[in-house]
């Protein structure tokens, strides 16, 4: 995981050292906490099946905790890169803003997803299963989404309209 954090938050390049925006580091944290808490969710519930329909699965348990776990991870790591970050790094200028502001759009469209289908699933009396699996999903894909745009536009450039 080192790499991705550019051993500790730089690069290093032949006479001169890159720094990693603050901002896309969040971006990593969050779709590296997003991935990890989501596996374990589907793991949980999966594993939990035994042969037995997915909808008779106890998951509330398992969703509340990945939900909290995931918080709580993401608040953690972004405590340590914030440590182990230089003090100028938090610094944003007007680029940093619409990146973030981008890819929040963009993560938006998997939470509206979610709850169109949420409510197309209780309007057709689908189970609370579902109905909880599909917002979860949701914004698990949100937040996936919004990452990745945020990682994409530090790394390969961009244009703002």
């Known amino acids: 995981m080192s790499t991705i954090f550019y051993t500790l938050d730089t690069i290093r390049r032949p006479g001169r050292e890159l720094q990693m925006a603050h901002e896309e580091q969040r971006a990593w ?7 990890i808490a989501y596996g374990i969710y589907l793991g949980w519930v999966l594993g939990g099946a035994h042969g037995e329909p997915l909808a008779e ?5 398992a969703m509340l905790w990945t939900i909290g776990g995931a918080i709580v991870g993401s608040i953690l790591l972004n405590i340590v890169a914030a440590i182990l970050s230089p003090r100028d790094a938090t610094a944003k200028d007007q680029r940093d803003t619409e990146i973030h502001r981008t890819s929040q759009y963009i993560g938006q ?7 169109v289908l949420a409510m197309l699933f209780a309007l057709a009396e689908v189970g609370f299963f579902w109905i909880a699996n599909v917002i979860y999903l949701g ?13 994409v536009a530090y790394r390969r450039g961009f244009q703002s309209w």
């Open 29 to 35: 944290i969050m779709a590296g906490v997003t991935i």
């Open 57 to 61: 699965v106890p998951y509330a348990a």
């Open 109 to 115: 469209s998997f939470v509206i997803l979610g709850a």
């Open 139 to 151: 914004f698990m894909l949100s937040a996936l989404l919004g990452s990745v745009a945020k990682i």
